[in-house]
């Protein structure tokens, strides 16, 4: 059996396609089989609901009268980048506010946005004859900016590692606060709901696919930053650590603060909690295969965060099912575990991502592009030169 | 017998008398230090449960007082903003006593009023703000 593009589409225009979350999908496989499941279901969908830096938005303000070409902006005291046209910026999700530090930042001017609220709009320029204001301080909000889009460059990791902490203090990461000597453990992916898990080599999921960002429909745009899809795989082709990443884009108007949501990483810094999904069509059983795997099937690496280093060491592999049952051993010890991606809202986003495919004929887009395979690139490190050693 | 627990805060530089042996012995207070962290030229703090007679807390938190500690009554529940929680779990990472745990379906916080030891970990650790301490 093997299903067509074109066919699972005429089937979503005509309301006929049957949809499953990834993990109704996995029970329907365990208790009839892939190859049943594989015949009956069309699509599959996936949500994912972590925090992901690499995030941002793409905005246009409009022209003020007389016009200012503004060459150093902030929203709210968060700066925003000004090397772009007179009026157009891109505000990163992870820059610290000037007067709040770190409890304020790019990402909580995004939510603030989002939830209709005015932000203000502060930029100076040094005036140009076409351009003569030098200074501007105003509001805005998100309904009257001619174009804001979410652009983000790296989303929905494929995998990721489990963070633990050999040493004598507590040390505040990207992953959360890691407790001392294996005080505890933390990770963040939605394991068997995670988008590239359930599409481990890229067939379905490409540049051009249609995909869910934030509440908005909006597309892969490139491969993401440090894709790298030579991670080592298990038995079934699943990358162990993190891999795969998407560049993702949408449009910020028809987003939503729901799966919109800012952070402040005590010790670390801000960045956003941003929802993904991505819905998979079940082209045939080798893709109904990796669809049914569940969280007792995927494995994350455990990495020792206390060695501060780019190379940190690896302290073996455990399934997301040991990770959400509690604990899990490392060194022989039992670690209390805690996740930083939200499973709840990441059930929210298949659940609302099925009903978009299957009741507001959401059609899947066939990659216009593959993303880079195994095989073809990894991840490189960056070197520290001096001028005389180039 | 009446049991409180109190939220010690130590200055920087303080010579302190060991101040557990002398509640228990000049005050007749029985002290539990649920949770202390407490280094050299660093600002201290201590969860202290107190069981005794009523006039006993009053001496032994004026002796307390005395010694440079400020006390304050310690929190007795938290809160949870439901608007500003998106369930991510990282306060469970870093409560110790696990009172804070990912329920049976891994999608709920589950809290247990009874093994929290109000030491703030999951205020701090919250992203969004959305855990604070009520007295």
Known sequence: MAKSWEEINSRIAAGEAVVFTAEEFAELARDEGVSAAAKRVDVVTTGTFGPMCSSGVVLNFGHSDPPIRMSRITLNDVEAYGGLAAVDTYLGVTQPSASRGLEYGGAHVIEDLLRGRSVRLRATSGGTDCYPRTEIDTWVTLEELNQAYIFNPRNAYQNYAVAVNSGDQAIHTYLGTLLPRFGNATYCSAGALSPLLNDPTYRTIGVGSRIFVAGAPGFVAWEGTQHNPNQNRDEHGVPTGPAGTLAVIADLKQASAEYFSAGSFTGYGVSAFVGIGAPIPVLDEEIAATLALTDADLTATVIDYGVARRSRPALGRVTYAQLRSGSIEVEGKTVPTGPISSLKVARRIAAELKSWVAERGFTLAQPLQQLPQPGTQGVRPLEIRTEEAI | ?135
């Open chain 2, 1 to 135: 017998m009446p049991r409180k627990r109190f939220d010690l805060t130590f200055p920087p530089r303080q010579a302190t008398k060991p101040i557990t042996y002398h509640l228990a012995r000049d005050f007749d207070l029985v002290p539990n230090i649920l949770r202390a962290q407490i280094q050299p030229g660093q600002e201290g703090r201590m969860l202290l449960e107190l069981t005794g007679a009523k006039g006993d807390f009053e001496a032994g938190i004026a002796f307390l007082e005395n010694e440079g500690v400020t006390v304050k009554p310690a929190a007795t529940d938290i809160r949870l903003d439901d608007e500003l929680c998106v369930r991510c779990g990282l306060c469970t990472a870093v409560c110790r006593p696990g009172a804070l745990v990912m329920g049976e379906t891994g999608d709920e916080l589950v809290f247990d009023k009874d093994k929290c030891v109000y030491c703030e970990a999951c205020v701090v650790a919250c992203p969004r703000r959305a855990v604070t301490l009520t007295f």
